[in-house]
């Protein structure tokens, strides 16, 4: 599904990425956990196509093709969905117009034939129940005055509308209370499946209780310094990251 | 390997191509530039008009030869020459005045129809009867017939002055007097046309009514002034929409709009006024100097301003309501887009006179390019006006960084049972929403629509629904542009 290769970025002349190894096989769930500050985001902006950060050395690889080339809406046309970190307001524009705008981009892109009002309102009203997003939010603006867990769970939401092949969670657990943390895990868990590959970007093991990941990675100082199973991450949880620095220097 | 990836701005989506900037090739009869008392006795003459119109326009020249262009708007622009500009110009094939739809010159037919306005009735939005004002005159209005069995008169005002001079003489410049401002005094001495409808006692007109200007002829100004009277009881919807040639030289257009609303009377005036706006570097495009105003003479009158404003290189307009009647109501809604050089000095007047008088104002300012826009509005309580209210919402939304939006709101109470509202907000198209679009699959360019139509939605949905389409239509081809 996804391959990266030495990646090298930096973000107005500071290096952050510094030569990242990571592959993503289909139907795969990872973690990548890390410190404050270790590039965590940045990785993840960088597969979605966010301007700004500044690509020195390396390759992505999606399907086959350069993801690198891409520019955003075709990265999400091909199937690459990033549910935001801090999703922004967007006033005045219906939620279900934008969604409903994104799948049909899409489905033009697949040559398909674009969805009506009717047929799309009936996958987006069952789509909502997943996450339990009353329906008023569907014909609000996209966040306008969302609380920071109902914006969380409408990412989710969009994430299940638009069945993307490879779903990244950017810190998707942060803000979030025990009740809206399950929520958000059950609509993941109901979307893992065997063509799809999730990459949760998170600073804490407490996801990790709701979604079980098959590969857990350690992002620190812009590199995977240790890759292992769940028990990876309950370890992290209990002795931190410094451990992990101090080996990989050794 | 480094990404190599063209960076777009937001800014670069504003430019645009004006596709109404043709000109029609057509013979007129055009008064050689300049102005002087023998003009405008050649405009009336021409016009075969009454003493009284005659004298009533050479009174209000003399008094704009004692006045002195306004400079306090926030805008920029070289000094007009006034005896450069030729005040009188008619397509020949006009000159007489086509009796019906058939005598109408087919090449005028055809200009309508490549503005998307057919003037053959059969071929028009059932339910909208239009008069086309082409330079300085009216060449056609359509479904006369059916307004004339409910009562309505919906005509060129140059007709009116002939087929109901009383009428005409009893409101003609009673709501906007010829001496109240300069360019309303340069209108009132040189004005050629416009439209003039009355709708009698307690009838609701059938249809939409609506005019279209277009000013084609180089060198000339329009001076255009419409006249609305809405008796008891009555109600009227009308639109107004405005185009012109792509020329390098800057044109005048200096309109008067007066509306009379008596007791119980509606108006809703709506107007998309997209006259050419120069090009990128600010050469060319209409100078929109206008005076619109509202007289909710009657109680429980109401009178409802609807603009969208995406042309001109420079406008400078506040459709005002004077809410004389107890309980009238005046509203207005406004969306402004101003790009590349264009330069807006906008807003409205709200004039509480009555008791428990009522008016809203929702103003939304888009800036775009190097686009200069201003919200100036003044809402004056007066002592007499007992329980008036007042809302005010304000939304500038800027793309790029080149832009400006500007609020100078005036606020006079002299009652202090009065409430007032107002709100205010500045935005801006961020990266940020645009690449959250974008990685919903949403190109830059639709994003940025998108955006920009949900921005306008509240004054989108004042418009009558064909409008509405073609307001949304007109923003989406005004923002289009550099994408790729």
Same mark, same amino acid.
């Given at each position: 599904?996804?391959?990266?290769?030495?990646? /090298?970025?930096?973000?107005?002349?500071?290096?952050?990425?510094?030569?990242?190894?990571?592959?993503?096989?289909?139907?795969?769930?990872?973690?990548?956990?890390?410190?404050?500050?270790?590039?965590?985001?940045?990785?993840?902006?960088?597969?979605?196509?966010?301007?700004?950060?500044?690509?020195?050395?390396?390759?992505?690889?999606?399907? &086959?093709?350069?993801?690198?080339?891409?520019?955003?809406?075709?990265?999400?046309?091909?199937?690459?969905?990033?549910? $935001?970190?801090?999703?922004?307001?967007?006033? &005045?524009?219906? *939620?279900?117009? =934008?969604?409903?705008?994104?799948? *049909?981009?899409?489905?033009? /892109?697949?040559?398909?034939?674009?969805?009506?009002?009717?047929?799309?309102?009936?996958?987006?009203?069952?789509?909502?129940?997943?996450?339990?997003?009353?329906?008023? $939010?569907?014909? #609000?603006?996209? *966040?306008? &005055? $969302?609380?920071?867990?109902?914006?969380?769970?409408?990412?989710? $939401?969009?994430?299940?509308?638009?069945?993307?092949? =490879?779903?990244?969670?950017?810190?998707?657990?942060?803000?979030?209370?025990?009740?809206? =943390? #399950?929520?958000?895990? *059950?609509?993941?868990?109901?979307?893992?499946?065997?063509? #799809?590959?999730?990459?949760?970007?998170?600073?804490?093991? #407490?996801?990790?209780?709701?979604?079980?990941?098959?590969?857990? /990675?350690?992002?620190?100082?812009?590199?995977?310094?240790?890759?292992?199973?769940?028990?990876?991450?309950?370890?992290?949880?209990?002795? &931190?990251?410094?451990?992990?620095?101090?080996?990989?220097?050794? | 390997?480094?990404?190599?990836?063209?960076?777009?701005?937001?800014?670069?989506?504003?430019?645009?191509?004006?596709?109404?900037?043709?000109?029609?090739?057509?013979?007129?009869?055009?008064?050689?530039?300049?102005?002087?008392?023998?003009?405008?006795?050649?405009?009336? +003459?021409?016009?075969?008009?009454?003493?009284?119109?005659?004298?009533?326009?050479?009174?209000?020249?003399?008094?704009?030869?004692?006045?002195?262009?306004?400079?306090? %708007?926030?805008?920029?622009?070289?000094?007009?020459?006034?005896? %450069?500009?030729?005040?009188?110009?008619?397509?020949?094939?006009?000159? !007489?005045?086509?009796?019906?739809?058939?005598?109408?010159?087919?090449?005028?037919?055809?200009?309508?129809?490549?503005?998307?306005?057919?003037?053959?009735?059969?071929?028009?939005?059932?339910?909208?009867?239009?008069?086309?004002?082409?330079?300085?005159?009216?060449?056609?209005?359509?479904?006369?017939?059916?307004?004339?069995?409910?009562?309505?008169?919906?005509?060129?005002?140059?007709?009116?002055?002939? !087929?109901?001079?009383?009428?005409?003489? @009893?409101?003609?410049?009673?709501?906007?007097?010829?001496?109240?401002?300069?360019? +309303?005094?340069?209108?009132?001495?040189?004005?050629?046309?416009?439209?003039?409808?009355?709708?009698?006692?307690?009838?609701?007109?059938?249809?939409?009514?609506?005019?279209?200007?277009?000013?084609?002829?180089?060198?000339?100004?329009?001076?255009?002034?419409?006249?609305?009277?809405?008796?008891?009881?009555?109600?009227?919807?009308?639109?107004?929409?405005?185009?012109?040639?792509?020329?390098?030289?800057?044109?005048?257009?200096?309109?008067?709009?007066?509306?009379?609303?008596?007791?119980? +009377?509606?108006?809703?005036?709506?107007?998309?006024?997209?006259?050419?706006?120069? !090009?990128?570097?600010?050469?060319?495009?209409?100078?929109?100097?206008?005076?619109?105003? %509202?007289?909710?003479?009657? +109680?429980?009158?109401?009178?409802?301003?609807? @603009?969208?404003?995406?042309?001109?290189?420079?406008?400078?307009?506040?459709?005002?309501?004077?809410?004389?009647?107890?309980?009238?109501?005046?509203?207005?809604?406004?969306?402004?887009?101003?790009?590349?050089?264009?330069?807006?000095?906008?807003?409205?007047?709200?004039?509480?006179?009555?008791?428990?008088?009522?008016?809203?104002?929702?103003?939304?300012?888009?800036?775009?390019?190097?686009?200069? @826009?201003?919200?100036?509005?003044?809402?004056?309580?007066?002592?007499?006006?007992?329980? %008036?209210?007042?809302?005010? @919402?304000?939304?500038?939304?800027?793309?790029?960084?080149?832009?400006?939006?500007?609020?100078?709101?005036?606020?006079?109470?002299?009652?202090?049972?009065?409430?007032?509202?107002?709100?205010?907000?500045?935005?801006?198209?961020?990266?940020?929403?645009?690449?959250?679009?974008?990685?919903?699959?949403?190109?830059?360019? !639709?994003?940025?629509?998108?955006?920009?139509?949900?921005?306008?939605?509240?004054?989108?949905?004042?418009?009558?629904?064909?409008?509405?389409?073609?307001?949304?239509?007109?923003?989406?081809?005004?923002?289009?542009?550099?994408?790729?």
């Amino acid at each position: 599904m996804l391959k990266i290769e030495n990646l /090298h970025a930096s973000v107005g002349g500071k290096a952050i990425l510094k030569g990242i190894n990571l592959e993503i096989g289909t139907g795969e769930v990872h973690a990548i956990m890390g410190p404050n500050g270790s590039g965590k985001s940045t990785l993840s902006n960088i597969i979605a196509g966010r301007d700004g950060y500044e690509v020195t050395q390396g390759s992505i690889t999606y399907k &086959g093709k350069d993801l690198l080339a891409m520019n955003p809406e075709e990265r999400a046309w091909e199937g690459v969905f990033l549910a $935001f970190q801090y999703p922004v307001e967007i006033p &005045g524009v219906n *939620n279900t117009y =934008l969604l409903k705008a994104g799948v *049909n981009a899409k489905r033009t /892109h697949q040559e398909l034939e674009e969805l009506d009002a009717m047929d799309f309102l009936k996958i987006v009203k069952e789509k909502a129940k997943l996450v339990e997003l009353d329906q008023s $939010f569907l014909s #609000r603006g996209v *966040n306008e &005055g $969302f609380s920071g867990g109902e914006k969380k769970r409408n990412e989710i $939401f969009q994430m299940a509308v638009l069945e993307p092949s =490879l779903a990244l969670l950017d810190e998707t657990d942060s803000g979030l209370d025990i009740d809206a =943390l #399950r929520i958000v895990a *059950n609509g993941v868990n109901h979307l893992r499946s065997e063509e #799809r590959s999730v990459v949760m970007v998170t600073h804490y093991q #407490r996801l990790l209780d709701y979604i079980q990941p098959d590969v857990v /990675h350690v992002l620190a100082d812009g590199k995977i310094l240790k890759t292992g199973d769940k028990s990876l991450a309950l370890e992290l949880e209990e002795r &931190g990251y410094d451990w992990v620095r101090e080996e990989a220097a050794a | 390997m480094s990404e190599v990836k063209v960076e777009r701005k937001p800014e670069e989506f504003t430019h645009n191509e004006y596709e109404a900037g043709f000109v029609t090739d057509i013979e007129t009869d055009t008064l050689p530039p300049g102005l002087d008392e023998n003009v405008i006795r050649h405009i009336s +003459a021409k016009k075969d008009e009454p003493e009284w119109l005659l004298n009533w326009r050479l009174e209000a020249f003399r008094h704009w030869q004692t006045m002195t262009e306004p400079h306090w %708007a926030h805008v920029n622009y070289p000094p007009i020459d006034y005896q %450069a500009i030729s005040y009188y110009s008619v397509p020949k094939s006009q000159e !007489d005045g086509p009796k019906s739809l058939d005598e109408v010159d087919p090449k005028l037919l055809e200009t309508y129809e490549k503005l998307g306005i057919p003037l053959r009735e059969q071929e028009f939005l059932a339910g909208v009867a239009v008069d086309a004002v082409f330079d300085s005159v009216s060449v056609a209005t359509t479904f006369k017939g059916k307004l004339k069995d409910a009562g309505v008169i919906f005509c060129p005002i140059s007709e009116a002055v002939r !087929d109901y001079p009383e009428l005409v003489q @009893q409101y003609l410049g009673t709501v906007v007097p010829g001496g109240d401002n300069y360019y +309303a005094a340069l209108n009132s001495a040189v004005f050629t046309d416009g439209s003039f409808v009355f709708i009698p006692k307690g009838v609701r007109c059938p249809m939409e009514l609506s005019t279209y200007f277009r000013i084609n002829a180089l060198n000339t100004g329009q001076f255009e002034r419409t006249l609305i009277i809405a008796e008891e009881g009555s109600y009227v919807s009308y639109l107004e929409g405005c185009t012109a040639p792509q020329r390098d030289e800057n044109q005048l257009h200096a309109a008067v709009v007066e509306l009379v609303a008596l007791d119980d +009377a509606q108006i809703k005036y709506s107007t998309v006024q997209n006259w050419y706006p120069g !090009d990128e570097n600010g050469v060319g495009g209409i100078y929109n100097f206008v005076t619109k105003r %509202a007289d909710c003479r009657g +109680a429980r009158s109401k009178v409802s301003w609807t @603009q969208v404003e995406t042309g001109s290189a420079i406008t400078w307009k506040y459709p005002s309501c004077v809410l004389r009647g107890d309980d009238s109501v005046g509203e207005f809604y406004s969306v402004a887009l101003t790009k590349m050089r264009q330069e807006a000095d906008t807003g409205t007047k709200m004039i509480h006179i009555g008791k428990n008088t009522k008016s809203t104002i929702v103003s939304k300012g888009i800036s775009a390019g190097r686009g200069q @826009q201003s919200y100036r509005g003044l809402v004056r309580i007066a002592k007499s006006a007992e329980g %008036a209210r007042n809302f005010t @919402q304000c939304d500038s939304l800027l793309i790029g960084d080149n832009c400006g939006a500007h609020t100078f709101p005036y606020v006079e109470v002299k009652n202090s049972t009065a409430t007032m509202e107002h709100e205010a907000t500045t935005s801006k198209i961020g990266e940020d929403q645009l690449f959250y679009c974008q990685s919903r699959g949403i190109s830059e360019e !639709d994003a940025v629509n998108m955006i920009v139509n949900g921005f306008c939605k509240d004054v989108f949905n004042e418009l009558p629904m064909e409008f509405a389409v073609e307001a949304n239509r007109l923003m989406e081809v005004s923002l289009e542009g550099a994408v790729g």
